[in-house]
């Protein structure tokens, strides 16, 4: 077998609203706005990152824009939740008050013993989300909010949840590294555990690519070389892989599970490719292939405006970034 995945890396949503996207993923929700760009595959879409304070890995929720899908609901197959951890049960009174502060529905469980307490609620474009109480072995990947006392920051990423069975699941999740741990499925990769939980399919079909449908979830391999051959790998197992794309923050490859759509991607080079640390989210960064169009974009897209920039008076969002570093333009293709 290939070497084996590193974690997980990022999970990907669906936004018709950007504004509203950005608002609440950054300023209610406390994580950092990593990356302000675009949807690789268009010319003229969003694409939003937020995460920790440096955009590591795992603990990254993405969301691509498409102001003409529609709403919908997930169903038979779709990843239906992300799983964010947290660190107590006082850390879950904490995120009901400030969900109803910011006229948010949400819904403790709690009663079972089995099962660890957690949180769920809908972001406003009707992504379902899961704040669960977890000892991880992981490394807290947290982000600075004043608001919000360090206590109760998110951790990082749990898992995915899918309306899929365990069994049905299994073969995929196996060929790629996952265990089976109860009811649900374990990855111990070389940078951290990740879970992936089930729950009785629906009878409605899919909503994929609608709003409110989570698009996927990625896993780490490590260098292009890596990602490269456990594709290669992969790819022999029970669901076909794509090619590699080149996606400028890190590469990428895809297949459908049972339980929803799996990215394997590159580590990096991440969010600092062509953004210093105290810039991230503060500019409309592009790849070179799209820099001409950017006196376009910069007219006609949505504009956006950063709710916590690090940088002081580098709230604009369609400010021009600095050139990218010429020993990363050199090394490997990203995202």
């Not at 951890?85 to 008050?97: A, N």
């Not at 049972?258 to 580590?267: A, D, H, L, N, Q």
Request: aromatic share 10%; glycine share 8%; net charge negative.
């Amino acid at each position: 077998m290939a070497e084996r995945l590193k974690g997980q890396h990022h999970f990907t949503g669906v936004t018709a609203d950007v504004r509203t996207n950005v608002d609440f993923w950054c300023r209610v929700m406390g994580l950092r706005f990593v990356k302000n760009t675009l949807n690789y595959e268009t010319t003229f879409r969003y694409h939003t990152y937020f995460g920790d304070e440096e955009g590591h890995p795992g603990s990254v929720v993405t969301f691509l824009e498409f102001r003409e899908a529609p709403p919908g609901v997930p169903g038979k197959g779709d990843i239906h939740r992300l799983v964010l951890r947290v660190g107590s049960y006082d850390t879950l009174e904490f995120w009901m008050d400030r969900l109803i502060a910011n006229e948010t529905f949400s819904e403790m469980l709690r009663l079972d013993p089995t099962q660890p307490d957690s949180l769920v609620f809908h972001d406003p474009e009707g992504h379902e989300v899961e704040l669960m109480v977890v000892e991880s072995p992981n490394a807290p990947l947290v982000a600075e909010a004043d608001d919000i006392p360090a206590e109760h920051r998110i951790l990082g990423i749990e898992g995915v949840r899918s309306y899929a069975t365990l069994e049905e699941t299994l073969p995929f999740a196996e060929h790629i590294g996952f265990k089976r741990d109860g009811d649900h499925l374990t990855l111990e990769g070389t940078a951290g555990e990740s879970r992936w939980y089930f729950s009785p399919p629906p009878e409605r079909e899919s909503g994929d690519m609608h709003v409110g449908v989570w698009h996927h979830i990625a896993y780490g391999a490590g260098s292009q070389e890596e990602l490269q051959a456990f594709r290669d790998y992969a790819n022999t197992g029970p669901a076909p892989y794509t090619r590699v794309f080149d996606h400028y923050f890190f590469d990428s490859c895809y297949a459908m599970s049972p339980g929803g759509r799996v990215e394997i991607c590159t580590s990096g080079p991440g969010f600092q490719l062509d953004e210093a640390l105290e810039d991230l989210g503060d500019h409309l960064c592009l790849s070179k292939r799209i820099e001409p169009l950017r006196a376009k974009l910069e007219r006609e897209l949505t504009p956006i405006v950063n709710p916590r920039p690090r940088a002081k008076g580098n709230g604009a969002a369609l400010r021009r970034p600095r050139a990218r570093r010429a020993a990363v333009a050199d090394g490997a293709a990203a995202r």
